[in-house]
């Protein structure tokens, strides 16, 4: 059993690193499912356009998602008729459908060989069905056509199901990587390896810098999964993280499906013609931070269910809004050329693909029903306030517990000590070598917990993620916390 997410290629060619200074039209920081799409839709628009990644093309969040293509979310829709109205819901109950279609005509136009398999949605209640109910109210009022049951197509405890059959599941990377060999071929550039570190604006130009270099451009297009800047719009207060786990399992039974529970601990099943992913157990980052507790409670979970052998387990966080809904479109009235894409609480395959194309209408001045329900700019109901209110506290409990070291009494392997008047994490591997971390976010300086399991530095606040060795993983960081006795 290794600690890894099973979505992987090999013979991936990497583009090469930005390496000197350009003007442009447009810069797209971040190559996940979003950028990549939004690049991929913006090809053939006669404007000089570059992509730069961090890392490599697809290795954010969308190495580690389920890859399901599917419009029932575990309770998004009465979430949203809360935080907003009834007819926001059903406007992005359309969206969803709609962003199935997106992405199925994509596939198709190029002939993308990515595991593109048709496949039956399940959304059930284990034991509290009053989320299921109001789920299920609202997709009637949607006039969805949905079946019932009263059990699962594997045995696991179900009071209530419901089930569609018009969604999908594929193979999130060869989707991406795809798309980056179609855009390879167009007048569009994509860097990887090539971090950005800043984006400033001069006259109606913005300079967006690099570790190295710097690009002059129209608009930036930021599509890092959280972004990375504090002002304008002070983000990291209107958003938060959730944490959740996977596990796949070698398969031994004949049923095909996706499913979602909708009580707590959340759980869900992706069962295809090669796959057994199980998980769930979605928290908040900054609520629950012994991680490692987490991971080890799903893989006991699954074994008290199944005697299928596990193979592959991984854990990562994504984004979500006070309101439920995505921020797609333009930062502000001051910023109207940073355009951003984020908050796609665990549904950015669906999402990443239709921001894809709301940017690439917004950019093109083309009409889409969308871009209203998604902009940034839009207020905040009252649940929404109140929602910003208690996350707030939250994040402000994870990052006071996290200065004075509350986490400590979990760890096995790892001790805090202050040398030199720093803040030291100290992590022991297996082969009793030490491995030293400044123990300070370079975001908003909180101090950083250790996921044993994943053996990376997380801050509960924001999300960063750092290796071992303090190598940056994950943004909104975009500074390492290698530690080097002076
Ligand atoms: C456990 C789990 C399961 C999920 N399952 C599903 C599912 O079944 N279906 C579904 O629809 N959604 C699912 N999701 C959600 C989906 O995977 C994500 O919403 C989506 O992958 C996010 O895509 P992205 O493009 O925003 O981010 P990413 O994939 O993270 O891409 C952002 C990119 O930006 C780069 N970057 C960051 N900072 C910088 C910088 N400063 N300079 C340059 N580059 C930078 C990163 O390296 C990264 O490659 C799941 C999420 C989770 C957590």
């Known amino acids: 059993m290794e600690y890894k997410s099973i979505w992987e290629l090999n013979n991936i060619s990497e583009t090469p690193k930005l390496n000197e200074n350009l003007e442009v039209d447009i810069v797209i920081v971040g190559g996940g499912v979003a950028g990549i799409t939004t690049a991929y839709y913006l090809r053939n628009s006669n404007k000089k356009i570059v992509l730069l990644e961090k890392d490599c093309v697809g290795c954010g ?16 829709y009465p979430n949203i008729a809360k935080t907003r109205s009834k007819s926001d819901a059903l406007e992005y109950f359309n969206s969803q459908k709609d962003a199935i279609k997106l992405a199925k005509e994509i596939i198709y136009k190029h ?31 949607a006039e969805c056509k949905f079946e019932e049951s009263k059990t699962l197509p594997i ?5 209530k199901a419901l089930y569609v059959h018009d969604t999908f599941c594929f193979h999130p990377l060869k989707f991406i990587n795809k798309l980056k060999e179609i855009i390879n071929s167009s007048s569009v550039h994509i860097y990887e390896k090539t971090l950005v570190t800043d984006i400033n604006k001069e006259d109606e130009y913005y300079i967006v810098k690099t570790s190295s270099n710097q690009i002059k451009c129209k608009k930036v297009i930021i599509t890092t999964n959280y972004p990375f800047f504090i002002l304008p719009k002070l983000l990291p207060l209107q958003l938060k993280l959730e944490k959740s786990y996977l596990l796949e399992a070698t398969k031994n039974n004949e049923d095909n499906f996706l499913a979602l529970s909708t009580d707590k601990p959340n759980y869900t099943f992706r069962i295809d013609n090669e796959h057994f992913i199980f998980g769930g157990y979605s928290h908040n980052l900054s609520k629950e931070v012994n991680y490692q507790e987490k991971t080890q409670e799903v893989l006991n979970d699954f074994k008290n269910h199944f005697d299928n052998k596990i193979n592959n387990y991984w854990s990562i966080h994504d984004v979500i809004s006070k309101d439920h809904l995505p921020l797609i479109g333009r930062l502000n009235k001051t910023h109207e050329n940073v355009i951003i894409a984020t908050a796609f609480h665990k549904w950015g395959m669906t999402n990443g693909i239709l921001a894809g194309k ?4 917004i950019i093109l001045n083309k009409e889409n029903r969308y871009i209203k329900l998604f902009a940034p700019e839009r207020k905040l109901a009252i649940k929404g306030i109140v929602n910003t209110i208690t996350n707030d506290s939250i994040v402000g409990k994870a990052f006071i517990d996290s200065k004075i070291n509350k986490n400590k009494k979990f760890y096995k392997n790892v001790m805090f000590k202050n040398e030199n008047g720093i803040n030291i994490g100290i992590y022991t591997d297996e ?3 030490e491995h030293k971390i400044i123990n300070r976010c370079p975001h908003l300086k909180s101090s950083l917990i250790f996921d044993e399991e994943a053996k990376v530095w997380i801050c509960p606040c924001h999300g960063s993620m750092f290796d071992v060795d303090g190598n940056l993983l994950k943004e909104p960081s ?4 290698k530690y080097k006795k002076s």
């Open 358 to 361: 709301i940017i690439s209408d």
């Open 61 to 76: 969040v969308s190495k580690y998602t389920t890859g399901k293509l599917t419009y029932l979310q575990n309770g998004i």
């Open 431 to 433: 082969n009793n070598i």
């Open 478 to 481: 975009i500074i390492n916390i």
């Open 111 to 141: 002939q993308i060989d990515c595991n593109l398999t048709p496949i039956a949605s399940y959304l059930f209640a284990y034991n509290d069905t009053k989320k299921f109910n109001e789920e299920k109210k609202f997709l009637i009022d």
């Open 155 to 159: 045995n696991f405890p179900c009071k």
